[in-house]
């Protein structure tokens, strides 16, 4: 710690910061534009303009700008001096001088940091009248607004986008005096995190389209903490609500995480909950049995009474839960039906895999990497995953990781590492080790000190040999070609030479092996005394969570139905059809007397159903999510939904009092169903620490929902009554559905939106941290459920598969994802869905060579009894005999892959 000096009071700040970020982690609002905490300083828009004294006799003092200048023993500075307040005040009526004066029809208003920078630099009148320059905007897609003319050329948006994301579609284009910040045409940007130009930016260039078309103030919006639904990573966000409609998603920081940003899917994936697939009132068959006539609408009462009928004259009850639903409505179902009547609702596939995700995690002596660690590998090895479309955040994580290890030259320079223009010149372009083996070349191929594509086996025993060159302990790969030996020899050498390295693998290859091959290398590291982390990508949001009350998969659910075992079924959140084979799940339809769907949305699965209760989505519902990490995390409601669309663990809750047949007790609160689940489950005991109870209060209020200058509250319901009626009740959390509350500072769980006097954009996120880019004030939320618990008699996995061998007739078909598509309910998102890929079959070069078929052909895929015509894709780096169906394709649905099939011409393209 070092003591510096602001306005001639002593304060102990961290040794290595800038003055920027020490007076802002001390609570002083000082002005700035083109500083951003992950983005680090350029120094290009002189806003942060401090004076430096020499030393306490020093009466005349020079002006420095406080991002570029180091915090250093003894400095003093002055905020408040007199010619560094006018020199702030001018650089903002420079930048004014062309920004139009549209805050009351910006989108940005109310929200901005011009706004707020302009206010806090005391610059309050307009001196000229000259006439402004002008630009014109580009379309540049479904996410992102583009105008211009507000730009104050602050270059926030090119660093983050192609310095920080690795996009290349968006720069910047000068001629004389003018720059132009937008694509060289127009068209969608292509980068998997576009959208965090919306809160990137400090005016309103690129502003949020998916808000623009139901657009609302920002103090008219209620919010709430939430958790992305869209992947398994958990990323925090804040959704904002009005008139019943949720409206937009943004960053909710959380510093082991997300930290600062979101990827596009969970940014504006959130649509589906507006969607005219809601299911907004029960729905049952007038007639009886699976034969009987199509869904019609009834009244919440009459559906209550058909459940409660249901299951009182129900001999078996078989629950299939969900890996999308959160902890408390799974287990609401297991409590229904029973731990042995109990479905993860994933396939044994998927559940196997998991499962052994969770069991190596738990046995292993290496600890699972939250995102933060992720960044601060200095080499990694990933196996068998295309992160940016299976974990997008992982890979922008890892993007920054390769910066690791060249920082040594930056160190010896004796460069801050903040100064971010001077380390990337140091730098020189220079990357750490990274390795990616995959079937596919990924999105984060451009900074891969290699990459290997091949089949899930070959890239097991990759893996399995990469440990081998570790330990000579762990087994040893035969056979194994001497290139691939050399590039085992390669990677090793990298990773032992690392002092963090990384090992990620995950589901997507489906392949138990290279979860085991992933294992071993970071076991074998860890022998070797390295910290070494795991992180494995989880399919779906709740997938661990789920895994880890170990009920049984969807195939078994299934077989019990088949053997009479079973009359009726109660589904949760699930489209089994989406899941598992039509056929099998006609089957399990077909086998119960009683089909049961408690969903937000209408699938395939509800309407087979006998009975559809509505649910309500992740905005309208709270509950605990298990992210891949283990990390559990809470959401919170948004808004309630509107009657007679219950939670789902409502719903079950009649049904458990029916069942019990003189059970009297109902479980009045979200936290006596914790509370059950903790005594039930021992594994959810760190559970109830994840936020304050429902009954918490700050100086005797709930935390409001709405800001203090929430508007137009009566008016909103004018056409309902003249009157005011009182706002709903929330039983289940400390947070209220009203401006009356507490308006502070928040515990981070519960905090609804960044907002601080002066403070009115994202940028606000500075005062809720205990040190800038460093932890929330309180802690970030969330726990962890698993922690390694080696006991030194761990074993290495020894299951080596053969090597992959092409057949001339028959190919391996793998799941392709795409970042847009794959996911089942952001495709519902209109935003989301202009941006999904039409289907394809992806064959490789030397495929296509062989089955004299170029791009764009039509393809028959013969594939489980079924034939598909297809559009061919040929990709360069495919291997020879591997296939690619891109993952949710609707016509494939339910399909289990991996899975061989034939691919010829289609007759059309024949008879062409």
Same mark, same amino acid.
């Given at each position: 710690?070092?003591?510096?000096?602001?306005?001639?009071?002593?304060?102990?700040?961290?040794?290595?910061?800038?003055?920027?970020?020490?007076?802002?982690?001390?609570?002083?609002?000082?002005?700035?534009?083109?500083?951003?905490?992950?983005?680090?300083?350029?120094?290009?828009?002189?806003?942060?303009?401090?004076?430096?004294?020499?030393?306490?006799?020093?009466?005349?003092?020079?002006?420095?700008?406080?991002?570029?200048?180091?915090?250093?023993?003894?400095?003093?500075?002055?905020?408040?001096?007199?010619?560094?307040?006018?020199?702030?005040?001018?650089?903002?009526?420079?930048?004014?001088?062309?920004?139009?004066?549209?805050?009351?029809?910006?989108?940005?208003?109310?929200? *901005?940091?011009?706004?707020?920078?302009?206010?806090?630099?005391?610059?309050?009148?307009?001196?000229?009248?000259?006439?402004?320059?002008?630009?014109?905007?580009?379309?540049?897609?479904?996410?992102?607004?583009?105008?211009?003319?507000?730009?104050?050329? *602050?270059?926030?948006?090119?660093?983050?986008?192609?310095?920080?994301?690795?996009?290349?579609?968006?720069?910047?284009?000068?001629?004389?005096?003018?720059?132009?910040?937008?694509?060289?045409?127009?068209?969608?940007?292509?980068?998997?995190?576009?959208?965090?130009?919306?809160?990137?930016?400090?005016?309103?260039?690129?502003?949020?389209?998916?808000?623009?078309?139901?657009?609302?103030?920002?103090?008219?919006?209620?919010?709430?903490?939430?958790?992305?639904?869209?992947?398994?990573?958990?990323?925090?966000?804040?959704?904002?609500?009005?008139?019943?409609?949720?409206?937009?998603?943004?960053?909710?920081?959380?510093?082991?995480?997300?930290?600062?940003?979101?990827?596009?899917?969970?940014?504006?994936?959130?649509?589906?909950?507006?969607?005219?697939?809601?299911?907004?009132?029960?729905?049952?068959?007038?007639?009886?049995?699976?034969?009987?006539?199509?869904?019609?609408?009834?009244?919440?009462?009459?559906?209550?009474?058909?459940?409660?009928?249901?299951?009182?004259?129900?001999?078996?009850?078989?629950?299939?839960?969900?890996?999308?639903?959160?902890?408390? @409505?799974?287990?609401?179902?297991?409590?229904?039906?029973?731990?042995?009547?109990?479905?993860?609702?994933?396939?044994?596939?998927?559940?196997?895999?998991?499962?052994?995700?969770?069991?190596?995690?738990?046995?292993?002596?290496?600890?699972?990497?939250?995102?933060?660690?992720?960044?601060?590998?200095?080499?990694?090895?990933?196996?068998?995953?295309?992160?940016?479309?299976?974990?997008?955040?992982?890979?922008?994580?890892?993007?920054?990781?390769?910066?690791?290890?060249?920082?040594?030259?930056?160190?010896?320079?004796?460069?801050?590492?903040?100064?971010?223009?001077?380390?990337?010149?140091?730098?020189?372009?220079?990357?750490?080790?990274?390795?990616?083996?995959?079937?596919?070349?990924?999105?984060?191929?451009?900074?891969?000190?290699?990459?290997?594509?091949?089949?899930?086996?070959?890239?097991?025993?990759?893996?399995?040999?990469?440990?081998?060159?570790?330990?000579?302990?762990?087994?040893?790969?035969?056979?194994?070609?001497?290139?691939?030996?050399?590039?085992?020899?390669?990677?090793?050498?990298?990773?032992?030479?690392?002092?963090?390295?990384?090992?990620?693998?995950?589901?997507?290859?489906?392949?138990?092996?290279?979860?085991? @091959?992933?294992?071993?290398?970071?076991?074998?590291?860890?022998?070797?005394?390295?910290?070494?982390?795991?992180?494995?990508?989880?399919?779906?949001?709740?997938?661990?969570?789920?895994?880890?009350?170990?009920?049984?998969?969807?195939?078994?659910?299934?077989?019990?139905?088949?053997?009479?075992?079973?009359?009726?079924?109660?589904?949760?959140?699930?489209?089994?059809?989406?899941?598992?084979?039509?056929?099998?799940?006609?089957?399990?339809?077909?086998?119960?007397?009683?089909?049961?769907?408690?969903?937000?949305?209408?699938?395939?699965?509800?309407?087979?159903?006998?009975?559809?209760?509505?649910?309500?989505?992740?905005?309208?519902?709270?509950?605990?999510?298990?992210?891949?990490?283990?990390?559990?995390?809470?959401?919170?409601?948004?808004?309630?939904?509107?009657?007679?669309?219950?939670?789902?663990?409502?719903?079950?809750?009649?049904?458990?009092?029916?069942?019990?047949?003189?059970?009297?007790?109902?479980?009045?609160?979200?936290?006596?169903?914790?509370?059950?689940?903790?005594?039930?489950?021992?594994?959810?005991?760190?559970?109830?620490?994840?936020?304050?109870?429902?009954?918490?209060?700050?100086?005797?209020?709930?935390?409001?929902?709405?800001?203090?200058?929430?508007?137009?509250?009566?008016?909103?319901?004018?056409?309902?009554?003249?009157?005011?009626?009182?706002?709903?009740?929330?039983?289940?959390?400390?947070?209220?559905?009203?401006?009356?509350?507490?308006?502070?500072?928040?515990?981070?769980?519960?905090?609804?939106?960044?907002?601080?006097?002066?403070?009115?954009?994202?940028?606000?996120?500075?005062?809720?941290?205990?040190?800038? @880019?460093?932890?929330?004030?309180?802690?970030?939320?969330?726990?962890?459920?698993?922690?390694?618990?080696?006991?030194?008699?761990?074993?290495?996995?020894?299951?080596?598969?053969?090597?992959?061998?092409?057949?001339?007739?028959?190919?391996?078909?793998?799941?392709?994802?795409?970042?847009?598509?794959?996911?089942?309910?952001?495709?519902?998102?209109?935003?989301?869905?202009?941006?999904?890929?039409?289907?394809?079959?992806?064959?490789?070069?030397?495929? @296509?060579?062989?089955?004299?078929?170029?791009?764009?052909?039509?393809?028959?895929?013969?594939?489980?009894?079924?034939?598909?015509?297809?559009?061919?894709?040929?990709?360069?780096?495919?291997?020879?005999?591997?296939?690619?169906?891109?993952?949710?394709?609707?016509?494939?649905?339910?399909?289990?892959?991996?899975?061989?099939?034939?691919?010829?011409?289609?007759?059309?393209?024949?008879?062409?």
């Amino acid at each position: 710690m070092v003591t510096i000096y602001v306005d001639n009071m002593p304060y102990q700040v961290r040794e290595g910061q800038n003055l920027l970020v020490a007076c802002l982690s001390l609570g002083f609002d000082i002005p700035h534009f083109c500083w951003h905490p992950a983005l680090h300083s350029v120094g290009s828009c002189r806003l942060c303009a401090v004076k430096i004294f020499r030393d306490e006799n020093d009466t005349r003092g020079r002006i420095f700008m406080s991002c570029m200048t180091p915090a250093t023993e003894g400095v003093r500075i002055s905020i408040n001096d007199p010619e560094a307040r006018h020199f702030r005040a001018s650089v903002i009526e420079w930048l004014m001088l062309n920004h139009p004066h549209d805050c009351p029809v910006c989108d940005e208003g109310g929200e *901005c940091h011009l706004q707020d920078m302009t206010v806090m630099t005391g610059h309050v009148y307009r001196r000229t009248r000259k006439k402004k320059r002008t630009y014109s905007n580009q379309n540049l897609g479904p996410f992102i607004n583009h105008e211009m003319n507000r730009c104050i050329q *602050c270059y926030r948006c090119v660093r983050f986008y192609r310095d920080y994301a690795g996009g290349r579609d968006l720069d910047v284009f000068g001629v004389h005096s003018r720059v132009y910040f937008g694509r060289l045409e127009e068209g969608a940007l292509e980068n998997e995190f576009s959208g965090n130009l919306v809160e990137i930016c400090p005016t309103g260039v690129f502003t949020d389209k998916t808000f623009k078309k139901r657009y609302t103030r920002k103090w008219d919006l209620q919010t709430a903490p939430s958790i992305c639904v869209h992947c398994g990573l958990g990323c925090n966000t804040i959704a904002g609500e009005r008139y019943g409609t949720l409206r937009r998603i943004l960053n909710r920081y959380n510093g082991q995480v997300n930290g600062y940003f979101l990827c596009d899917r969970g940014r504006f994936g959130y649509d589906f909950l507006n969607s005219d697939r809601r299911v907004r009132e029960p729905l049952a068959k007038t007639g009886q049995g699976s034969g009987s006539t199509a869904l019609e609408p009834i009244s919440a009462d009459e559906a209550l009474s058909r459940l409660v009928d249901i299951v009182q004259n129900s001999s078996r009850v078989i629950g299939i839960g969900s890996p999308r639903t959160p902890l408390e @409505a799974n287990f609401a179902l297991r409590d229904l039906v029973g731990e042995e009547n109990f479905s993860s609702g994933m396939a044994q596939a998927e559940q196997d895999l998991v499962s052994l995700i969770v069991h190596i995690l738990r046995e292993g002596p290496a600890p699972s990497a939250s995102l933060r660690e992720l960044e601060s590998a200095d080499a990694a090895l990933i196996l068998g995953e295309d992160l940016t479309n299976t974990a997008p955040m992982m890979a922008l994580y890892l993007r920054q990781s390769v910066r690791r290890k060249p920082m040594a030259v930056v160190n010896e320079l004796r460069i801050p590492g903040w100064l971010d223009a001077a380390v990337r010149g140091a730098v020189q372009g220079n990357k750490g080790p990274l390795f990616i083996a995959a079937p596919i070349a990924a999105g984060l191929d451009d900074v891969a000190t290699e990459t290997y594509h091949a089949a899930p086996d070959d890239i097991a025993r990759l893996g399995f040999a990469v440990a081998h060159e570790l330990d000579t302990q762990a087994p040893a790969v035969v056979d194994l070609p001497a290139d691939r030996h050399a590039l085992a020899v390669r990677i090793a050498a990298a990773l032992r030479e690392a002092e963090r390295p990384v090992v990620v693998s995950g589901t997507s290859s489906m392949s138990p092996a290279v979860i085991q @091959a992933a294992a071993n290398v970071a076991w074998a590291l860890h022998s070797r005394g390295r910290q070494v982390t795991l992180s494995f990508v989880a399919p779906e949001c709740n997938s661990l969570g789920v895994a880890l009350m170990e009920g049984r998969s969807l195939e078994d659910a299934i077989e019990m139905a088949e053997r009479g075992q079973v009359d009726t079924v109660v589904t949760l959140e699930n489209d089994l059809f989406a899941r598992a084979p039509r056929d099998l799940v006609d089957r399990l339809r077909a086998s119960c007397r009683n089909f049961v769907v408690i969903d937000h949305c209408l699938t395939g699965t509800a309407e087979v159903a006998d009975l559809v209760l509505p649910a309500a989505a992740f905005a309208e519902s709270q509950g605990t999510l298990v992210n891949n990490e283990g990390r559990a995390q809470r959401s919170y409601r948004v808004f309630p939904a509107p009657d007679p669309i219950g939670e789902s663990r409502r719903w079950l809750s009649k049904a458990v009092m029916a069942r019990a047949r003189g059970r009297t007790e109902e479980w009045e609160s979200f936290d006596d169903l914790v509370t059950r689940m903790r005594q039930a489950l021992p594994v959810f005991q760190p559970v109830s620490n994840l936020a304050p109870s429902a009954d918490a209060r700050i100086v005797g209020r709930k935390i409001a929902r709405q800001p203090h200058r929430c508007s137009g509250r009566t008016a909103m319901l004018a056409n309902v009554s003249m009157r005011e009626p009182p706002p709903p009740r929330d039983a289940d959390s400390p947070l209220s559905f009203s401006m009356e509350g507490f308006q502070g500072i928040s515990p981070p769980p519960l905090n609804p939106r960044y907002w601080a006097p002066g403070w009115n954009s994202a940028q606000s996120l500075n005062k809720f941290q205990e040190e800038i @880019a460093g932890p929330l004030r309180g802690g970030d939320p969330g726990q962890r459920l698993i922690e390694p618990r080696d006991n030194g008699g761990r074993e290495y996995f020894n299951a080596i598969p053969v090597a992959f061998s092409p057949s001339d007739d028959e190919w391996l078909i793998l799941p392709s994802y795409h970042i847009f598509g794959s996911e089942e309910l952001s495709a519902l998102s209109p935003a989301i869905a202009e941006r999904i890929p039409s289907a394809y079959v992806a064959i490789g070069e030397e495929d @296509a060579d062989l089955l004299g078929m170029s791009e764009g052909m039509l393809a028959r895929v013969e594939i489980a009894g079924a034939a598909e015509s297809l559009p061919a894709r040929i990709v360069a780096d495919l291997p020879r005999g591997v296939a690619l169906l891109p993952k949710g394709l609707e016509r494939l649905k339910g399909l289990a892959i991996p899975v061989r099939a034939r691919i010829g011409k289609a007759v059309q393209a024949e008879k062409s």
